[in-house]
């Protein structure tokens, strides 16, 4: 890759405007953030902000002589006031440098800056922001979204807590401190296969009657559980044995805690940048800025409108290479022990025993409560699923976090993608809706294929429920959807048309569904 020189970033996708030089490191970085007199942030308000001081920010960065060969923009996601001010500044700039311009990808920046900060290698990322939470890899040239959060990002629901308590924005370091005062409370707990909801958990804390600092604590300790519980959950798929954690909400010590505990049980390396390259900031559009150049990525001026939803996925990334190998839940017939995301499975004379283990990084009640349900629901679902018609694994015995069953002997539907392989999927979870159970954890690594007749079977029935919601169908359905954009994306969409296919020969309502999983797929989750 061409070594290109100094790079100018500009960030301005929300509450701070920053602007940063890199070229073979970072030069200088200067940031003047917009802070709202009440309440969270006023997008008008904050462009007005972003207008007024960023003529004493660029002469700042300026203010040495400096050969700038290129000029990065925060194009998206974020508010549509601050970008438009970025991007206006920027075109300025390039055009009156006579240099090139380049659109970068808000979410992606703090990946990539994350990556160079860490020295991390391939890791999955768990990005954690006021507007974004997602957990990402890269494959085959695009950084791929394996879960997400399904209504409002992590640093938003803590914001929104806060200021129901009259405290100041932004309200993550605030309830941070009071957590620590603060014993545990049960509040929900809601994870769906590879996707998190913060909604409900914010609710509830709302209304808690319970001490500030015991809602704080229990706040905290439950939307961080899900957010490493969905990373966990990636790393075990995607076969990776690294974790980054960037964006803002990264800076909180306890959920550092939390990913590093799960990182050592796991035999991974946990990586975290440096303060001040988890907010956002110039430096990691700077970089990225710099990468993209360097590979040949520029934006004429006429095209470089900005792009409020721009999703990671959405990126083509030129300047990295190689792909990773999906992983799998089940090791080969000749192994008798296999570690998945929530459970340990040992196999012996044809039989499972599947058992939960226990989670260093959750509260211990919660940790408690989560096996003992999941344990208990997943029996009791298994059955419901085989009495509907569905193939799965025999039930021989259970106790308060083990349950004993048939061995499946097969291979996962992860290895073998393929139209008549994914019309078989359909058949199947047609009939598991269609006797009003949803799987929740609907990724192609609980599907196995039997080795006697090829047949489908589901497997992990940890996180189902019954519910009839089209929503909930909806969102299992996405959760297949996402795995195969993130394991198979060339051939995602032509997977996904034969599972709709044997999908609707067996629910009468697959339509609705397909439609409602459309509109998640489309909802906007960043602002």
């Not at 409020?308 to 000749?334: C, I, M, N, Q």
């Not at 394991?487 to 032509?494: G, Q």
Request: aromatic share 6%; charged share 25%.
């Amino acid at each position: 890759m061409p070594f290109f020189g100094q790079v100018l970033g500009i960030e301005g996708t929300a509450w701070n405007l920053s602007a940063a030089i890199f070229d073979r490191d970072l030069i200088s970085l200067v940031s003047r953030p917009y802070s709202p007199a009440q309440g969270g942030i006023h997008p008008r308000e904050a462009a007005q902000h972003h207008a007024a001081v960023m003529k004493e920010l660029i002469a700042l960065i300026l203010k040495e002589p400096a050969p700038i060969t290129g000029i990065a923009f925060s194009q998206g996601p974020g508010l549509g006031p601050c970008l438009r001010t970025v991007a206006t500044a920027a075109r300025s700039l390039a055009l009156a440098l006579d240099v090139p311009l380049v659109g970068v990808n808000h979410c992606v920046a703090h990946v990539e800056i994350g990556c160079f900060a860490t020295r991390c290698h391939d890791p999955v990322v768990l990005y954690s922001s006021g507007a974004n939470t997602q957990v990402i890899g890269y494959l085959n040239g695009r950084y791929r979204i394996f879960g997400e959060t399904l209504d409002i990002g992590i640093g938003n629901a803590l914001d929104k807590f806060a200021r129901s308590k009259d405290l100041p924005h932004p309200g993550g370091p605030i309830i941070e401190g009071l957590a620590k005062q603060g014993k545990y409370i049960d509040l929900p707990y809601t994870v769906k296969g590879m996707d998190l909801a913060f909604s409900g958990l914010v609710s509830a804390a709302k209304d808690s009657k319970a001490a500030l600092p015991d809602v704080c604590n229990s706040l905290q300790e439950t939307a961080f559980a899900m957010c490493v519980e969905v990373t966990e959950r990636a790393m075990s798929l995607a076969g990776k044995d690294e974790v980054l954690l960037v964006g803002g909400v990264g800076a909180n010590r306890r959920l550092q805690e939390m990913l590093r505990m799960m990182c050592e049980d796991r035999g991974a390396q946990f990586y975290v940048p440096e303060q001040k390259y988890l907010g956002d900031n110039g430096a990691m559009i700077a970089y990225t800025g710099k990468l993209m150049l360097e590979s040949g990525s520029s934006l004429p001026v006429e095209s470089s409108r900005i792009k409020p939803a721009f999703r990671s996925d959405d990126v083509e990334v030129t300047w990295k290479h190689g792909s990773f190998s999906p992983g799998s839940y089940l090791f080969p017939d000749d192994q008798i022990l296999k570690r998945g995301a929530e459970a340990v499975v040992t196999f012996s004379d044809g039989r499972a025993e599947k058992r939960r283990v226990s989670k260093r990084y959750r509260e211990l009640s919660l940790d408690k409560r989560l096996i003992a349900e999941r344990t208990r629901a997943e029996a009791r679902l298994i059955a419901a699923a085989r009495k509907g018609g569905v193939r799965t694994p025999i039930i021989s015995d259970i106790t308060a976090d083990t349950i004993v069953m048939e061995q499946v002997k097969g291979t996962q539907l992860t290895r073998n993608l393929s139209k008549e392989t994914l019309y078989k999927a359909g058949l199947m979870i047609g009939k598991l809706h269609t006797a009003g159970i949803m799987h929740g954890d609907l990724t192609t690594g609980n599907i196995i294929l039997r080795e006697d007749d090829g047949e489908c079977v589901l497997i992990d029935f940890g996180l189902s429920l019954v519910n009839s919601e089209l929503e909930q169908r909806g969102v299992d359905v996405h959760v297949l959807f996402q795995t195969l954009k993130s394991t198979a994306p060339e051939h995602a969409d032509v997977l996904k048309a034969a599972f709709i296919a044997g999908y609707g020969e067996t629910f009468a309502d697959a339509k609705d569904v397909i439609t409602r999983e459309h509109a998640i797929e489309m909802r906007g989750r960043y602002l």
